[in-house]
């Protein structure tokens, strides 16, 4: 298909999906709406979603849930295990609670419950949370033996890995439990408490309910819908998806705005950047030897200090590009020893066209994911530690080494310069 024939099929593609798709009323309505975690930035906050486990897993909280949730949970998870677990739904559907005690990150543990029985000695349910980050350290026998050795008189040990991908456990004391679970416990609760849950605990438990809908189900009515709007409309919506404004790419917008308001006040000049690449130059690296370079588009720079953040982690490093030999050579036999601080795959021999010359700092902030929940956020965290980075003694000193001798670098140009000159003006034979 030629490129007018490809461009008239995606308009009328997306032409008819706006007007001949109902379901996009629907989608809307199951997503629309006041969401308190979402405007908190709560989604994939491990922390956070333990937090609101132990709210409702507490019978003595304000949710009007009682012990409801907590134990149509636990019978769903014991249940649907593929396990030989010594307790079965029915005991914990038979048994009293007569009391609820929860912990957060009791020695480094998520959420741990003691259930203390009418006619029984005590539980105790170890609990791990993982939403983003994986089961690490053999952390999760170490967790165990912390419990089995603290509560060794406990009637039953439950060991329960609540994961959002269902990564099975390291441990096999573990039983695996689901965000689903977590759901459909929850709608069962409401559901059967609806009289005694108040109108303020109604809305965070719907709010929490709708969040698990649309960030961890995958057979919900949203994903439901959201898939046979794509089954009829999959070329308009794969056009919009390669459109999109993605995550990464607004915060690196947001974050050469950031750079660019405080300039004054940081004392840099923002030179030609790019979508994974942000450069700019000291305020004393802006003179005639540093506006003469040919290395970066619509940019005249030499030497820059460039902001990479097309990698796992951003860095921030100075480069010279296309650099003149004879300047350039003695500040890279230079850069092998402080106040500079070389790059760990710094070459024997000297780049000809790119040529990092200090490394200023590689932050631990993860830029690589497609699961950047603000932008904004992400943008300030890197230019925050962008600004301590560049402003470090060692790196001033650098930035002092290279600005004097800049003039050389105008001195290099101009020889050049007029070397070409002389050349252009030699008769023809």
Same mark, same amino acid.
């Given at each position: ?10 308009? @009328? ?106 006619? +029984?000695?005590?539980?105790? =349910?170890?609990? @791990? ?84 809908? @649309? ?65 700019? !130059?000291?305020?004393?690296?802006? =003179? ?76 631990? !902030? ?10 904004? @956020? ?18 001033? +000193? ?19 310069? !007029? ?11």
């Amino acid at each position: 298909m030629s490129d007018p024939e490809q461009i008239k099929a995606d308009y @009328e593609a997306l032409n008819e999906l706006i007007v001949n798709c109902p379901e996009f009323d629907e989608l809307e309505a199951l997503l629309g709406g006041f969401n308190l975690f979402q405007v908190l930035k709560f989604e994939y906050g491990e922390i956070r979603h333990s937090n609101v486990l132990a709210w409702i897993l507490d019978p003595a909280e304000s949710h009007g849930l009682d012990d409801t949730f907590l134990k149509k949970w636990l019978m769903r998870v014991v249940h649907e295990a593929d396990h030989n677990f010594p307790i079965s739904a029915v005991d914990i559907d038979s048994g009293e609670l007569v009391k609820v005690e929860v912990r957060r990150e009791w020695e480094n543990i998520d959420l741990l419950l003691i259930l203390q029985w009418a006619k +029984q000695k005590p539980w105790v =349910v170890c609990i @791990e949370n993982k939403i983003h980050t994986k089961q690490h350290s053999a952390q999760l026998s170490r967790y165990r033996k912390i419990v089995e050795n603290t509560f060794p008189h406990a009637s039953q040990q439950v060991f329960l890995f609540l994961t959002r991908s269902e990564e099975p456990p390291q441990d096999a004391a573990y039983l695996p439990a689901s965000f689903t679970q977590i759901h459909q416990a929850l709608v069962e609760s409401m559901r059967s408490r609806e009289k005694a849950i108040g109108s303020e605990p109604k809305v965070l438990l719907q709010n929490y309910v709708r969040l698990l809908e @649309e960030k961890f189900m995958d057979e919900s009515d949203i994903a439901r819908t959201a898939l046979k709007i794509y089954q009829q409309h999959r070329r308009a919506l794969d056009v919009i998806f390669e459109h999109r404004p993605d995550n990464l790419g607004m915060a690196s917008s947001a974050l050469r705005e950031l750079l660019a308001q405080n300039s004054d006040k940081l004392g840099i000049v923002m030179a030609a950047s790019a979508k994974f690449y942000i450069r700019f !130059i000291p305020k004393i690296w802006d =003179v005639p030897g540093n506006t003469q370079g040919k290395a970066w588009p619509s940019s005249n720079r030499t030497v820059v200090f460039e902001l990479n953040i097309s990698g796992k982690r951003p860095y921030l490093y100075i480069v010279a590009g296309k650099a003149p030999d004879s300047w350039v050579e003695p500040i890279w036999l230079m850069s092998d020893s402080a106040p500079f601080r070389p790059s760990q795959y710094r070459q024997k021999k000297r780049p000809n066209t790119w040529c990092t010359l200090h490394i200023a700092g590689h932050s631990k !902030i993860k830029v690589d994911t497609d699961e950047i929940a603000d932008p904004a @956020e992400l943008a300030q965290r890197v230019f925050d530690w962008c600004v301590k980075s560049f402003q470090e003694p060692q790196t001033e +000193q650098v930035v002092q080494i290279i600005a004097d001798r800049l003039p050389d670098l105008e001195m290099v140009y101009h020889a050049s310069a !007029i070397q070409d000159t002389d050349s252009s003006s030699l008769p023809l034979v």
